[in-house]
C-alpha cells in the first residue's frame, strides 16, 4: 500500500481509483455485442462515478479544491487484467472475471484505506464504499453464475 502524507491524498487516490474503475467498465461496456451486456457494464460505469461523487464531497468538507482532472494512465490496472486470459480476448464471462476480481480489490483497498484515515466522517465513506464494493462483487458473481449455467 502506498504511504499517505494526510487524509486528503487518502481521498485524492480513491478517487483516482474510482476514475479508473470507470474507465474499465465503460470500456467493457463498448466490447459487449450483447445489449443486455453492455448496459450492465455501462451501469457499473455510472455506479463508480457515483462513488467518486461520495469521495468528492468529503474533500469538499474540508474545504479543499477537487482536482480538476485524474488521469488514469498514471494507475496500474495490471493486477486486475492479469485475471483475463489474453488468448481468450474479453468476452462476457471474461469481462464479469474481470469485474469479479476488481470489485474485490476495491473492497480490500477501502477497508485499509478506511483503517488509516484519520477523519470519523472519512472512514465512514470510505467503509460505505468498501461495502458497495462488495455488494458489485457479488452482483457479478451472481451474474456469472448465470452466464455459466446458460453455457
Known amino acids: ?5 494526510s487524509d486528503e491524498e487518502i481521498l485524492q487516490f480513491a478517487m483516482a ?5 470507470h474507465q474499465l467498465y465503460a ?8 445489449a443486455t451486456m453492455r448496459l450492465l ?3 457499473f460505469a455510472k455506479e463508480e462515478l457515483r462513488h467518486k461523487a461520495a469521495l468528492e464531497l468529503e474533500v469538499m468538507k474540508r474545504g479543499l ?5 485524474i488521469d488514469v494512465d498514471d494507475l496500474d490496472q495490471t493486477d486486475v487484467m492479469l ?15 474481470l ?22 466522517q472519512s472512514r465512514e ?9 462488495a455488494k458489485h462483487k457479488l452482483r457479478f458473481e451472481i451474474e456469472y453464475g448465470a452466464a455459466t449455467k446458460g453455457k
Open 99 to 120: 469485474a469479479i476480481n476488481k470489485e474485490a480489490k476495491s473492497f480490500r483497498l477501502y477497508v485499509e484505506l478506511a483503517a488509516i484515515v484519520k477523519d470519523k
Open 65 to 69: 479544491v477537487v482536482p480538476a482532472a
Open 27 to 34: 470500456d467493457l461496456a463498448r466490447q459487449m455485442d450483447n
Open 17 to 21: 481509483k474510482e476514475v479508473a474503475a
Open 41 to 43: 457494464f455501462e451501469n
Open 1 to 5: 500500500m502506498e504511504e499517505f502524507r
Open 125 to 133: 465513506t470510505l467503509l460505505s464504499l468498501a461495502q458497495e464494493e
Open 83 to 97: 485475471a483475463i486470459d489474453p488468448e481468450l480476448g474479453v468476452d462476457y464471462k471474461n469481462a464479469l472475471i
